[in-house]
């Protein structure tokens, strides 16, 4: 089955970069997500990555896929406090015959920036 | 253009009773999906709908059970309420159901219910 699994824990100094790492194990993934998700909020996406690519860059985020460790990092440069939040990696997968994709999430990483 | 809406912003039952969640997804998005989200855990698919079919159901009793509408939007309704239902119950809409490059789902809010 899917499994997605992420630290639970990161804390920065503003400035610095942050690095959030995950791993899944559905190798069948069209596509990895990485949400954002502030205190009593929904969940915001941030980016996402098409499985066939190795490096995605979106400003202040960069997306790298490793695909044979089926392992995928966020990083977010010059991390400011407002970059505070949870962080959820998630996986698209597809039932057999369909197109429509369901999303399976990592219990997410707790980003903390200090001053 | 408004983002998916939910509704209401909080709720709070007893053991027992029914509750009904709505969504409303972004304009042009005919796809719908649910998810529960426990206090500590990331969001645990629960349903997805498209064109009013359902299309995807996640590992929830037959207590939880959800429709969606002629204009897209959606209910999520769950019977016999236990405490452990208490979390917050996120919607999601994407476009459509048959192009991979445009099924990215957009989260709402969400609801957050309280079980006593």
């Known amino acids: 089955g899917e499994d997605v699994e992420q630290s639970l824990f990161l804390s920065v100094r503003e400035g610095d970069s942050s690095v959030i790492n995950c791993t899944y194990t559905?190798?069948?993934?069209?596509?990895l997500y990485w949400y954002k998700q502030e205190p009593g909020a929904g969940l915001q996406l941030l980016t996402y990555?098409?499985?066939?690519?190795d490096m995605k860059q979106d400003q202040r985020l960069t997306v790298l896929l490793n695909k044979k460790d089926k392992h995928l990092s966020l990083r977010i440069a010059d991390t400011q406090t407002g970059d505070s939040a949870i962080y959820f990696c998630?996986?698209?997968?597809?039932?057999?015959?369909?197109?429509?994709?369901?999303?399976?999430f990592g219990r997410g990483t707790q980003l903390t920036v200090w001053p | 253009d408004a983002g998916v809406t939910q509704s209401p912003t909080h709720l709070i039952k007893t053991r027992g009773q029914q509750v009904t969640l709505r969504c409303s997804p972004i304009?042009?998005?005919?796809?719908v999906s649910w998810y529960q989200q426990v206090l500590g855990q990331g969001p645990q698919f629960i349903f997805q709908?498209?064109?009013?079919?359902?299309?995807g159901r996640g590992n929830f009793p037959d207590r939880f059970s959800a429709r969606q509408f002629p204009n897209y939007s959606s209910e999520l309704n769950v019977n016999a309420l236990l405490l452990g239902d208490s979390a917050l119950y996120l919607c999601?809409?994407?476009?459509?159901?048959?192009?991979?490059?445009?099924?990215?789902?957009?989260f709402g809010p969400g609801t957050r219910l309280t079980v006593l």
């Open positions: 999601a809409s994407s476009r459509l159901w048959t192009d991979y490059s445009t099924d990215t789902q957009y």
């Open positions: 559905d190798s069948s993934s069209t596509y």
């Open positions: 990555i098409f499985s066939n690519m």
């Open positions: 998630a996986e698209s997968t597809y039932d057999r015959g369909s197109t429509l994709g369901r999303l399976y």
């Open positions: 304009s042009g998005h005919k796809s």
């Open positions: 709908y498209y064109e009013k079919e359902e299309r």
